[in-house]
């Protein structure tokens, strides 16, 4: 993904992308200057005042990203910033961080929870399917990182300012709403693999309370600088594979199945649910929230092209590197469920709580009993995502709300959003596998409800020349990723029809959801055909192009 180095005054060579550095004249949103041809801001003008930026806050306690890192070295300040400068391996390790913590919710229990039901009940035959909707969770995120690193801000505190109030509110609301039903399932996950490795002496609820503080942990690792909570998840990314491969190993699943999975597409009637469920498992709303805000962890200057295109570029590079590794991961975990139970009679009955038992009785002990490499595992992914989660709920407290609070106090609230509910859920299923299934397919149906709500206010963003500048998409990929959207958000219509036919009963509780399910498109239409952007996308073109990579 490299070229070779270019002077100002010559020609670059091919690259895998076309470039997006071309010279715009457009209106910044903070003035009414006219913008120069290099960089995003003018000279012969005074710079408005920047966005507020990881570690420039005077008020280190209201600051969410307290400790950010050094890119540029001082001498670098007075460089006009033209150019990208050549790769550097130092440089790409400075970057790295941001993308393995989007990548944990890729990973998080109710992504495994989808694995393993998968594997069970339709074999190898959807692995096509975990590759592609991998890769359009990967465009999502791209599009994120490069909201964040472009404009200096993230998609809540953006969509704030865009948005009318009540839009806004209803944004706030739709994503918290994802926000709790996501950490529900990952606290219980967490519980759940605490259960397993405490031998079934701590029950759900105990565990709960557990991994309720593991906000203090985030506090106090963030609170020595975001590497130290990088390195952290990087120790849980790393036990979730080595766990995960440790059970690959051990139960050798098919080398030829797994491959003619991944590039021959197979579908069926029966595995139409399934299928539906792998694809509404990648997208997490919270987390599109969350990365355009990690990336700005990294010091860059937004008045220097180069720089802002450096930084997407090595972005971009640690992203694949990180949704690769949580790929594989998920392909470990499909995998051994299709080798151990794909057509046996207990396919269509495991789940996240009963997994480690069954695995435990289809493989045995060995070396290590797989029962607890999973419980290892799944207590790593549980942890990760749910850390995740509490600094997702701090950017889209404060983004959307604009509250100025202690650090403290806005993760507290965020982390008491969640544990209560999650606390009530523990104690009345703690002896019901069957209750707590179905619980988590109404969370599953709610995080879907919710995904447009983050996608498509990015995707107007994104193709907002207003806004962008000169790092607004192409039309090819605005294209594309409106055609991810649309996929996205037609199988999670079919997944609300189906539910709510066969769940909802009575003339009363029917009437509710007609009323709320209008309400709901009503507000997803406005969303959609508010903006320029969706309409634009079929008309005149722009340069096409996603990210110029000139090393």
Known sequence: MTSSPTAHNKTTTA??????????????????????????????????????RAGDSPDKNNNILLHAVEIEAAAAEFSPGINVPPF???????????????????LDPGNLEGDLQAGAIAG?????????????????????????????????????EEYPYWAGLMLWFMAELALIAADIQEVIGSAIAI????????????????????????????????RKLEAFFAVLITSMAISFAWMFVDTKPSGRELIEGMIIPRLSSETIPKAVGVVGCVITPYNVFLYSALVQSRKIDLKKKGRVQEALNYYTIESLIAVFVSLIINLFVTTVFAKGFFGTPQANTIGLVNAGEYLQKRYGGGVLPILYIWGVGLLAAGQSSTITGTYAGQFIMEGFL???????????????????????????????????????????????????????????????????GGFVIGTTIERIAWGVAAVVIMINGYVLVDFFMSEVRGFVFGGVVCVGASSYIAFLFYLIFRGKSFMSCFGRSRADGFAYLRT
């Open 402 to 468: 604009n509250l100025q609070i202690k650090k403290w106090m806005r993760s507290l609230i965020t982390r008491s959003c969640a544990i209560l509910p999650t606390m009530i859920v523990a104690i009345v299923f703690n002896r019901s596998e069957e209750l707590l299934d179905v619980l988590n397919e109404w969370l599953n149906v709610l995080q879907a409800m919710q995904i447009p709500f983050a996608v498509v206010p990015l995707l107007h963003l994104v193709s907002n020349e207003h806004i962008m």
């Open 195 to 226: 259960n397993i490795l405490s031998n079934g002496f701590l029950p759900l609820w105990a565990g709960v309370i557990i991994t309720a503080l593991d906000c203090f942990i985030f506090l106090f690792l963030e609170n020595y600088g975001i």
């Open 88 to 106: 550097s391996w130092k440089k790409l390790w400075k970057f790295t961080g941001p993308g393995f913590l989007m990548s944990v919710a890729f």
């Open 124 to 160: 190898y035959s959807l692995l096509w399917l975990l590759l592609w909707a991998t890769l359009m969770g990967l465009l999502i995120q791209l599009l994120s990182l490069r909201l964040g690193v472009a404009t200096g801000r993230h998609l809540a505190e953006i969509c704030r």
């Open 15 to 52: 690259t895998p992308f076309p470039t997006l550095l071309h010279h715009h004249h457009h209106h910044h949103r903070h003035g009414e200057h006219q913008a120069s041809n290099l960089p995003l801001l003018p000279p012969s003008t005074p710079p408005p005042k920047s966005p507020t």
